[in-house]
């Protein structure tokens, strides 16, 4: 149970990154059917499993834009670790995530049949649209709490020095994109043991995240992210 939340907050800090409206945002365009797929590898650079996110729906009938994620997360084996579907909206000025809705529905609902309360808060992640190099952006947290018959559980993960660093190019699988690199600190908090990571996030207009790599507090690469579909 442990590593699927590890997986799955790590997968839902990364969806902020994705998606956003283009009518009221400079990047990731959004139709409903577009279909973005992003394969993950380990610090030896082998295959960890892939994630594909589909916009299932858009409403712009309440004056902000929501959209509707449905995301599927597969291992390195072809197995179907958990899908979820959340929800992001556009302001006009960029985009924000309500983090209650982002934890795995699944996964919530595989919890509450087994009798566990749960309780999800946090401070939204928000990208604005006038990134420029030198600019800081905004801290942000998801704080989880599970209770089953007394057995409690609490995961806390804080995303903080959030600093626009540079523009550069990014080559991938799907294709080559100039990007703005995202740097920033996250640090996850599971029971008694906690994590401490750095991560860069690239960027490209129109398309959202191409790139994203994790360090440990060593400075090696522990994981990172590729954008290897775009339809």
Known sequence: MRTKIIIALTLLYSSTN??????????????EGTKFQYTMFDKKDKVEGTTEYVISEVDDSRGETEATMKTKFTDKKGKNVFESDFKITCTGEGIKIDYKSLFPSQMEQQYKDMGMEMDITGTDIQLPNNLSVGQTLDDANVNVSMNMSGMKMKIDVDMTDR??????????????????????????????????TSNKVWLSEG?????????????????????????
Not at 21 to 28: A, E, H, I, L
Not at 180 to 194: C, H, P, Q, R
């Open 18 to 31: 994705l998606f956003a409206q283009n009518n009221c945002s400079k990047y990731y365009p959004m139709t």
């Open 163 to 196: 600093k626009v660093e540079k523009k550069e190019s990014v080559t991938t699988a799907a294709g080559t994109f100039d990007c703005y690199l995202i740097t920033e600190k996250s640090t996850s908090k599971v029971m008694m043991a906690n994590q401490e």
């Open 207 to 231: 398309v959202g995240m191409v790139k994203q790599e994790s360090y440990g507090k060593n400075g090696k690469l522990m994981t990172r992210m590729e954008l290897t579909k775009f339809n």
